[in-house]
């Protein structure tokens, strides 16, 4: 990368810190170039603590973009690779899958996007772009050798592989302009990061099912996710249900757009809804009874989680479903082009998920708040700071 190129960047800063930054961020070979980022080591001690560290890229492609990262979303799935609950955590783990930036560079075969312009990357920057998922726009997908590559943590489907990529929590990022997305003037961008996973994830599955005026759906976990799936129903014309455990929680989930709020620990409440909904989205992150929800379901009613990638805390019992033939599943994110219609319908209908901001620095601190369920939503760093 030239010193003029990267002074687009750096425009701002005096003169005698550009000669630092640039030592610090640029590699002194052809392919390669370094920048900052929080990440976890992985080490024995302290390797789950994100700390500052120089991640090097490589330089962009021909169908390649250079992205300076502004905004970056704090997905709790960030938390769980970090802490490697899943068993696939590739280290150094740099997360963040919710990035609003700007384009510094891009190759050559880049025409779609311009340098400069404000774009959004979502969970996947790359995939075969070749089988059959990936033609229908299901990236995430991906039939190929390695599945999706993901914006962080690597290839989906490839648990053999040392491949690793780097995510948001980054000052700089590449993507294949196949996995760029537009922002919407109507979207404030500090806090449209969401949208690119809460938003795809919840928009997904409520597509998926056909909710439509009228639908009765209920959306159970009113954090991150869930708050996104409240609003996003709510557009699509749906009578929602908000259930949660938590009394505290009636006021926003009121304000976000449920028409009724079902606290999950009243028993009576919770059987004076059996039978009640055509569509339930669960959004608990960490292992819970699915039991419990099963029976809220109405005759051939559908029951999906998202951000859960593990075991329910007990095994389904299949008479709860068979006899009303009711159907449970899972879905995870969304294909680039759900992406793309989910930032379009947020900006259509005013949905903007509610945030706090933070600074990277704050990261560890933001974790134990999100695993103490002290955050209210969702957290966005902003890189300027």
């Not at 052809?30 to 603590?49: E, H, M, P, R, Y």
């Not at 109507?186 to 998926?208: D, H, M, N, R, W």
């Not at 609003?231 to 009394?247: H, P, S, Y």
């Not at 159907?327 to 900006?347: M, N, R, W």
Request: glycine content about 8%.
């Amino acid at each position: 990368m030239s010193e003029k190129k990267f002074l687009v960047m750096i425009s701002d800063v005096k003169p005698i810190k550009i000669i630092v930054i640039m030592e610090k961020s640029i590699v002194n070979n052809d392919n390669k170039f370094s920048v900052k980022g929080f990440g976890a080591s992985g080490n024995l001690i302290n390797g789950k603590t994100l700390k500052e560290m120089d991640l090097v890229r490589d330089k962009p492609k021909s169908d390649e973009v250079l992205i300076e990262v502004l905004y970056c979303g704090v997905c709790h799935s960030d938390i769980h690779q970090v802490n490697n609950d899943w068993k696939n955590t590739r280290y150094p783990c740099v997360p963040g899958h919710e990035v609003i930036g700007k384009i510094i560079e891009a190759g050559s075969e880049v025409s779609d996007f311009n340098k400069d312009q404000i774009v959004g990357v979502g969970c996947m920057i790359d995939s075969c772009q070749s089988c059959e998922s990936c033609k229908n726009g299901e990236e995430q997908h991906c039939l190929g050798e390695h599945g999706a590559t993901m914006t962080y943590n690597g290839y989906f489907n490839d648990p053999e592989s040392d491949y690793n990529t780097f995510g948001g929590y980054s000052s700089h990022i590449v993507v294949n302009k196949e996995f760029l997305l537009t922002i919407d003037d109507k979207l404030e961008l500090s806090s449209a990061a969401p949208i690119l996973c809460a938003g795809v994830t919840t928009y997904s599955p409520l597509k998926q099912a056909g909710i439509k005026e009228g639908s009765k759906v209920a959306v159970v976990g009113i954090g991150g996710l869930g708050h996104m799936a409240v609003q996003i129903a709510k557009a699509m014309g749906a009578d929602v249900t908000a259930i949660t455990t938590k009394e505290e929680k009636r006021e926003d989930a009121t304000k976000l757009g449920a028409h009724q709020i079902i606290i999950s620990e009243d028993k009576k409440d919770m059987e004076a809804h059996e039978l009640a909904f055509d569509f339930i989205l669960i959004t608990i992150p960490t292992a819970f009874d699915v039991n419990l929800y099963v029976p809220l379901l109405a005759v051939k009613g559908s029951l999906v989680t998202v951000g859960l990638l593990g075991e329910y805390e007990k095994p389904l019992d299949n008479m709860e479903v068979a006899k009303f033939n009711r159907s449970v599943g899972g879905s995870l994110i969304g294909g680039i082009k759900k992406t793309q219609e989910v930032l379009d319908f947020c900006a259509k209908h005013g949905i903007s998920p509610e945030v706090e901001m933070i600074k990277i620095e704050d990261i560890n601190d933001a974790f134990d708040k999100i695993k103490n369920e002290e955050v209210r939503f969702r957290y966005v760093i902003d890189m300027a700071k």
